[in-house]
């Protein structure tokens, strides 16, 4: 799984791109000052960063100016709302790869990530099935299991935030018409198709967990 770390001050933002790359698959860590940036990479390592340029502390070109001068060679794409040529010259003149302009689709984030920094190894096991969350193909055993749009994004976002529980209102958002009987319907059938053990967590929501 790939590990990003998301550079971001508006923390509204910040989380909503950290729950959407969870969902296509990737492992986030958010930071919202540019000296957290530093801590964050002083005790783990990154496949990817993503870089807002204009946050606290120390901004954005020179978090990722320091950290190659440091020897760190992982790619980064930088998000913002500068869009004069001088600043995307900057960017790529320290070793950006990419430029994001604000505001942006985060569906657009996810593709630039998957066209460049694609891994071959993305299938994820759990409970007898192999899952490619960027395909979204799951199999069991020899066969291809093929679900409804419906169960495809409810499987899709417990996988992906597995070990966390996943509130209910957030998996009623794929219901055509949302309610808790509906969710809980399609929750039995997802478990009987797949032969998966959903937890109920009761008032707070659904979790898979890593066995």
């Known amino acids: 799984m790939m590990k990003i770390l998301l550079l971001e001050d508006d923390k509204i933002l910040c989380q909503s791109l950290k729950e959407y790359l969870e969902t296509e698959g990737y492992s986030v860590d958010t930071a919202h000052r540019g000296t957290e940036v530093f801590d964050l990479t002083f005790t783990g390592s990154y496949d990817l960063y993503i870089l807002d340029v204009n946050v606290p502390d120390t901004n954005g070109f ?10 760190d060679d992982t790619p ?3 998000i913002t709302a500068l869009t004069d ?19 942006f689709d985060p569906e657009e984030l996810v593709i630039r990530i998957k066209s460049k920094y694609a891994q071959p190894d993305t299938w994820i096991t759990l409970e007898g099935l192999r899952y ?5 193909v799951i199999q069991k055993e020899d ?5 409804g749009e419906v169960q495809q994004n409810i499987f899709h976002t417990l996988v992906m935030r597995r070990n966390t529980i996943v509130d209910s209102y957030t998996l009623m ?18 478990k009987n198709r797949l032969g998966l053990e959903i937890k ?3 008032g707070q929501g659904y979790m898979l967990e890593d066995l």
């Open 143 to 147: 066969e291809t299991i093929c679900l």
């Open 76 to 78: 980064a794409i930088y």
């Open 62 to 71: 020179d978090v990722l100016s320091a950290l190659k001068d440091s020897g």
């Open 173 to 190: 958002d794929f219901l055509e018409q949302p309610n808790p009987n509906a969710l809980r319907v399609n929750l039995a059938k997802l």
């Open 132 to 136: 490619d969350p960027v395909s979204k």
């Open 200 to 202: 109920n967590i009761r």
């Open 85 to 103: 040529i001088n600043s995307i010259s900057k960017g790529f003149g320290i070793g950006a790869e990419d430029y994001v302009k604000k505001p």
